[in-house]
């Protein structure tokens, strides 16, 4: 199930059943970021393959090139069809991808961020009390309004289990 499109009842019950609620980068949002990244990287392919018949220096430092982007694009590739980078929600506190976590006694607050641009997104901001931030976009969760009032609510939840 794709918790992104859900809803906070259906965010509850699975933070009841597992004790972790995970939100993988939506399917759709992936798809259409590895088509714009591999459209990217067909460019310059292009480029190497129109000039294989002459064999200077920058052809050997284009076909370098190439094997380095052609490494990100299939990083890339794995990363959104495995659904990364995950939000992960749980007894310990939020954690974005692998190496950023921010745990519930360090939780400030969430701020809704909406740029001016139409070129981009809007994210949520995760604050903690030593200054770590965790930037949600909407690739793991539709509904940042939402996502933003279940995390306050579990903060709260967390605050009185160990004030108690």
Known sequence: MVMGNQDIDAWD???HRSGRVVFAVRRALAFGGLIVVLTMAGIPIVSVVRDLDTRDTWFTIRVA?????AAVCF????LFLFGHPRVTVNAAGIRFAWWRQIPWSEFEGTTL???TSSLAAPYLTI??????KLHIPQNNVEDLRAFAAWLTKLHTQ???KTSS
């Open 75 to 78: 990083a890339l590739a794995v």
């Open 158 to 160: 967390h605050q009185l």
């Open 65 to 69: 090139l190439l094997a380095v982007l």
């Open 127 to 132: 604050t903690s009390a030593r200054g770590t």
């Open 13 to 15: 019950a699975e933070m």
């Open 113 to 115: 961020v909406t740029p």
